[in-house]
């Protein structure tokens, strides 16, 4: 799910360029961020391409 979280981030705001949350309870925050944040530079375009091409991987109604 992480996978799918960065891809939509990537896509739809570009570039992680927020902080990692800081506090010691939000693992959850900091999960996501690291997610987000591993795609580095990679466009907008190609994060979509990423996501449409992993959820196909994973969805019951996929062609075979």
């Not at 591993?38 to 990423?50: D, F, I, P, Y």
């Amino acid at each position: 799910m992480l996978m799918f979280y960065s891809y939509y981030k990537q896509a739809t705001l570009g570039p992680c360029n927020i902080p990692r949350p800081t506090g010691f309870w939000d693992s959850r925050g900091k999960a996501k961020w690291d997610a987000w944040s591993s795609l580095g530079n990679m466009t907008r375009e190609e994060a979509m391409k990423n996501y449409i091409e992993d959820i196909q991987l994973v969805s019951p109604f996929r062609e075979n």
